[in-house]
């Protein structure tokens, strides 16, 4: 995995549990996100449900083939492992 990588956190804002408990985790392990809420921009919204056809917030996007929705501190994980 590219060092280098940052993750897309898509997020429905800050009364969000799991989106919160989720870049907690990724903060913890020193993993680099970039947040985007989206409740802010509809182009988000339509490619988290339509695309990549989740329903719930989190959604963790990695790369095309490696992404996941709720809160999986498994993924955090594997993603952290694979950094160093």
């Known amino acids: 995995m590219n060092e280098e990588l940052i993750l897309t ?30 409740n802010e921009h509809p182009d988000a919204y339509l490619y988290v449900t339509e695309d990549l056809g989740y329903s719930m917030a989190p959604v963790v996007v990695v790369d095309d083939q ?19």
């Open 9 to 38: 956190v898509y997020t429905t804002g800050p009364s969000c549990g799991k989106c919160r408990m989720t870049k907690i985790m990724l903060e913890a392990k020193n993993i680099p996100y970039r947040e985007v809420n989206i």
């Open 66 to 84: 490696d992404h996941w929705c709720d809160l999986r501190p498994d993924h955090i994980e594997r993603i952290a492992s694979m950094r160093h």
